[in-house]
């Protein structure tokens, strides 16, 4: 069982920047490595996906709505994954969830993600 807990959430004006960090308890590790994602939800809306990347960290995949604000990378371990806001909006608001997916690749379904942290929350003021 893999814990992740992410970190770095807060309230923000709009236009301000913010970071999310998420920490495995655990290395994660499989015989083909695993992708990480960041999805969101907001109040009375859907689970939405944000942005993923691969195992390697050389394959990213972002949301319409948040590419060209937000970056997502990974460390050198492959057990933390960030995600770097810029330029954030009102609309930004939301619970932010870190994932983990069997996978190697960066995918976008959430179920195809196994392990799930608990969330933090992410307020921008406009």
């Known amino acids: 069982q893999v814990q992740l807990t992410e970190s770095g959430g807060g309230l923000v004006q709009t236009g301000g920047s913010l970071r999310l960090s998420c920490a495995a308890s655990?290395?994660?590790?499989?015989?083909?490595?695993?992708?990480m994602g960041w999805f969101r939800r907001a109040p009375g809306k859907e689970r939405e996906f944000i942005a993923s990347?691969?195992?390697?960290?050389?394959?990213?995949t972002y949301a319409d709505s948040v590419r060209g604000r937000f970056t997502i990378s990974r460390d050198a371990y492959k057990s933390s994954a960030y995600l770097q806001m810029n330029n954030l909006k009102p609309e930004d608001t939301a619970v932010y969830y870190c994932?983990?997916?069997?996978?190697?690749?960066?995918?976008?379904?959430?179920?195809?993600?196994?392990?799930w942290g608990q969330g933090t929350q992410v307020t921008v003021s406009s």
């Open positions: 994932a983990v997916t069997p996978s190697a690749g960066a995918p976008r379904g959430p179920s195809l993600y196994q392990y």
């Open positions: 655990r290395q994660i590790t499989s015989n083909n490595g695993n992708g």
């Open positions: 990347i691969s195992w390697s960290g050389r394959d990213t």
